[in-house]
């Protein structure tokens, strides 16, 4: 069923920093995941499987990357009333700064929001990791009548810091909204659930509103984030329910966070999977050459995306991305490799290789454990990357250490012989 009476805002134009340096020269949602996708194909492909097909990409920082996939993957046909758009931060009669927050930036956007007359506004994340079906979602928020519906989960107590955390009556309508308490203390008079192992209520970051109360909120209030701001204020004036949703849900927010989503992808019953043909997640389509693994070579739990060549090489517990070369003689594990670009692929064949660099991809005799490649980087032949759990954060020429996990960053390039 196709909902056109809703139109999705999908938020992607925060700077990024504690994914830093994968979003050095791209926006969180640009950022490669699973061996083929970016994260913003994620939500995308939920709209989709979902039935809603009026889609706003919200962007601002580092945007280029993500404009060149959005716009190279997402094209409906003429007979179609839906499209997946790009909003980017501009400059107006009425607004001539940049985004203040996710609230600020749907505000400055309420033009085109308005224009299709919606009935409901869904608004998500560019950054997470999970497949949902939002039908069953709006169906919740209109039986509910409810002005805004939070899809909310239970976290442990480790997670509360990065999350805002929700209490409700009986009816599931949130009576307090708490975003991100670095105190417990904050949390005294809110009701824990009764699973110790899971005895807070999160909420995802993923919301419905009804259009009348979107703008109510927006127009009559300056605060520029939902979380901090919007979401407090309205428990007062508007009927904000909650939607448990009991799938897997990851918020890709920090280097350790997508390093440890990205392994998971390749173990036996992984906790999400992109092999769902019922729902499948969609990308930019690329006519890409099979993998090729030669003689010699030893894979274990290995996601191994098209164009990859494999020479001789030992890999176990690792994602290998489109168009990565690998070898001979090296031995990997525990580490994302994102490949390369074809275009920047097809350069490192003409006149700049005769400059002496290695080239893309990992050289000859290598040994690497626990690390993130970003794409074209260049290691050179012998270097090895080690795994040290307690490694200080680390910012050198051609890597980065982030949470114990060595980052080479997009076009590095790493000098033969080099440990790290």
């Avoid at 290691?379 to 949470?403: K, M, S």
């Amino acid at each position: 069923m196709k909902h056109n009476d809703v139109v999705v805002l999908i938020l992607g134009g925060g700077v990024g920093s504690r994914l830093y340096p994968l979003t050095k020269l791209r926006s969180k949602p640009a950022v490669p995941t699973g061996g083929k996708y970016r994260l913003v194909d994620i939500p995308i492909s939920n709209c989709l499987n979902s039935g809603f097909n009026r889609i706003h990409i919200l962007t601002q920082f580092n945007s280029v990357s993500l404009h060149n996939h959005i716009t190279q993957t997402y094209r409906f046909d003429v007979f179609s009333a839906g499209a997946v758009q790009i909003l980017a931060a501009e400059q107006t009669p009425t607004h001539s700064d940049w985004y203040q927050g996710t609230a600020d930036a749907v505000r400055k956007q309420l033009v085109e929001v308005k224009s299709p007359n919606p009935r409901d506004v869904m608004i998500l994340s560019g950054d997470h990791l999970y497949r949902m079906d939002y039908e069953p979602f709006l169906e919740h928020h209109r039986e509910t009548r409810a002005d805004v519906t939070l899809a909310v989960r239970p976290v442990p107590t480790a997670e509360v810091s990065r999350l805002g955390i929700v209490d409700t009556d009986d009816a599931g309508r949130v009576v307090k909204f708490v975003e991100k308490p670095k105190d417990m203390k904050l949390l005294d008079n809110v009701r824990k659930l009764p699973d110790p192992a899971n005895p807070w209520l999160a909420s995802m970051g993923v919301y419905i509103f009804s259009a009348k109360a979107l703008y109510e909120m927006l127009e009559h209030d300056n605060a520029s984030d939902f979380g901090s701001h919007i979401l407090p204020r309205a428990l007062d004036t508007h009927r904000m329910m909650t939607y448990t949703f009991d799938g897997y849900w990851e918020d890709i927010g920090t280097i350790r966070s997508y390093y440890e989503a990205s392994l998971a992808l390749t173990d036996s019953d992984p906790p999400f999977s992109f092999y769902d043909p019922q729902r499948p997640i969609y990308t930019r389509p690329q006519f890409f050459p099979p993998a090729h693994v030669t003689a010699g070579s030893v894979l274990d739990q290995v996601l191994l995306a098209e164009g990859s060549r494999i020479i001789e090489s030992k890999i176990s517990r690792s994602v290998v991305g489109q168009l990565s070369s690998i070898g001979p003689h090296v031995s990997m594990s525990n580490t994302v490799m994102m490949g390369a670009d074809y275009e920047s692929l097809f350069q490192a064949h003409g006149p700049e290789s005769t400059r002496g660099l290695p080239p893309i991809g990992i050289g000859r005799g290598c040994t690497i454990d626990g690390a993130i490649i970003d794409k074209n980087a260049r290691i050179g032949d012998g270097v090895v990357i080690r795994n040290i759990p307690d490694r200080p954060d680390t910012d050198a020429p051609y890597y980065a250490a982030r949470e114990g996990i060595v980052v080479v960053p997009k076009n590095a390039v790493v000098p033969p012989g080099t440990v790290i």
